[in-house]
């Protein structure tokens, strides 16, 4: 029979707020990290120089076809033998950063595509260089139009931060498996560790929503 005890979200309300205060943590570094190297690589994908469209290129395909967990275990356990070891805050941090930037990079890439080629020639023509083009005409607008595509990664992002538990970082789903081990409560403990993932993901899909109709109204 499944039994749901409300005491146990009252009962191991600290662990519940330790764990979820980790996991924003964890969530609001990897946006800013993702974003960055994810435009960074947007940028690689279309430069005018062969070698920085293979490179984007190959980093796109690699992270986007192998499965995030084994992208957190190479930085948790693959660079022991380099003498590197990385806690599980920091492995998940990075992988999780690292894996969430190439779907990034393919959403600015389509951005910067759909940026009139006329605005390069423009910038171009007075006075700008290639680089500050890009910076300061192009990517903006491609920011704008992937802006919906990124908060559907961003949203992902912070629901796929459940992988810190496997490497022992101190997340909501880590301490939800703790109070599970301590309670045997499986339906509530979980319940309301859904709850906390809501109380983050509902929000922004309106927000995403809201601004995609804004943007389908200013373009």
Do not use: C
Request: glycine share 6%; proline share 4%.
């Amino acid at each position: 029979m499944l039994t749901f005890d409300i005491n146990v979200l009252f009962n191991y309300w600290d662990l519940y707020m330790e764990g979820f205060l980790n996991t924003i943590k964890v969530s609001l570094i990897a946006l800013v990290a993702s974003f960055l190297l994810g435009a960074l690589i947007a940028v690689f994908r279309i430069a005018p120089f062969k070698p920085l469209n293979w490179l984007g290129t190959i980093y796109v395909e690699i992270f986007r076809n192998i499965p995030l967990l084994i992208t957190v275990y190479l930085f948790y356990l693959g660079l022991g033998p380099l003498g590197i070891n990385l806690d599980g805050f920091k492995s998940g941090t990075i992988g999780l950063s690292i894996y969430t930037a190439a779907y990034i990079a393919e959403a600015i890439r389509a951005g910067i595509q759909t940026v009139p080629k006329g605005q390069m020639e423009a910038g171009r023509s007075s006075g700008l260089t290639y680089n500050q083009t890009m910076i300061h005409v192009i990517l903006p607008q491609a920011i704008k139009i992937a802006l919906p595509a990124m908060g559907n990664q961003f949203i992902n992002l912070f629901k796929n931060s459940s992988i810190l538990a496997v490497v022992a970082a101190a997340d909501l789903m880590l301490m939800s498996d703790r109070i599970n081990s301590e309670t045997f409560l499986p339906v509530s403990v979980y319940a309301f560790t859904a709850l906390l993932y809501l109380v983050v993901t509902l929000p922004l899909s309106f927000v995403m929503l809201y601004m995609e109709k804004r943007l389908a109204k200013t373009s």
